[in-house]
């Protein structure tokens, strides 16, 4: 790939973040419930996904150090957005949950998420689209796969 195509898709994918994720496709991060912070955002996926989830299984699971993930847990707490225990099967441990406030903040982060894909989408035709999932599916895997290396 020449260095232009890398600065054309550095610029998309500027533009992309700036317009749908960043500023929201219809008014504020999270319907204005929670500023936009990918790393909060990503930790309300992880523990509404799990029910309960551990700081440690959090920091592998994103690659970060453990002491980020306890700063954002606390942030996350101070908002009311999780709460913590201590874990029933090793009393050293702490677990975390949602509240029914972070529930909620995570369903508006998921609807934001839905009318971003859709706006990408409907920008496509619909012979577009399948090819287009397919080349964004091997780019996530990739990072992926290069994020846990």
Known sequence: MSDRSHEELAKHISTIIKNLLVTGRQGAPAEGRLA??????????????NQTTRPSDIAANLAVP?????????????????VTAADETDGRAITIRLTDD??????????????????MLDALSPQERPKFLEAMGK??????QSAKS
């Open 139 to 144: 780019i996530a895997n990739a990072i992926g």
């Open 36 to 49: 936009f912070n990918p790393l909060h955002f990503q930790m309300l996926r992880i523990v509404g996904a």
């Open 102 to 119: 972070g529930k909620g903040v995570l369903a508006a982060i998921e609807r934001q998420d839905n009318r971003n894909a859709t706006a």
């Open 66 to 82: 453990r002491t980020t993930i306890s700063a954002a847990v606390k942030a996350l707490q101070k908002k009311g957005l999780v």
